[in-house]
């Protein structure tokens, strides 16, 4: 069973930067599209960022040119780079992954909490 475990957030100002890490079990990471998700308070999850299986990204519009999504498949790793943090990114993100209709986690990991102050 694919466990994914995120971890790196924490308490940070605006304008401060952090990088979150998510480590993944199983096998055949590496052919599925990861995406790093958030989830504010009274707000449905939301998808924040995604690198494919071939290395190609793609990012929300709120969060273009601030975050940075890579993976490392040897470690079966994928990473958000955050930068240039506001208020608004406050959440808990989490991770998981897609091969067509399939979750690459059949179970969401805990998560962990970015908060920005202002």
């Known amino acids: 069973q694919v466990q994914l475990v995120e971890s790196g957030g924490g308490l940070v100002q605006a304008g401060g930067s952090l990088r979150l890490s998510c480590a993944a079990s199983?096998?055949?990471?590496?052919?599925?599209?990861m995406g790093w998700y958030r989830q504010a308070p009274g707000k449905q999850r939301e998808l924040v960022a995604v690198?494919?299986?071939?290395?190609?990204?793609n990012y929300a519009d709120s969060v273009k040119g601030r975050f940075t999504i890579s993976r490392d498949n040897a470690k079966n790793t994928v990473y958000l780079q955050m930068n240039s943090l506001k208020p608004e990114d406050t959440a808990v993100y989490y991770c998981?992954?897609?091969?067509?209709?399939?979750?690459?986690?059949?179970?969401w990991g805990q998560g962990t909490q970015v908060t920005v102050s202002s």
């Open positions: 998981n992954g897609r091969y067509g209709t399939a979750w690459y986690g059949r179970y």
């Open positions: 199983g096998s055949r990471f590496s052919i599925y599209d």
């Open positions: 690198v494919t299986s071939g290395g190609s990204t």
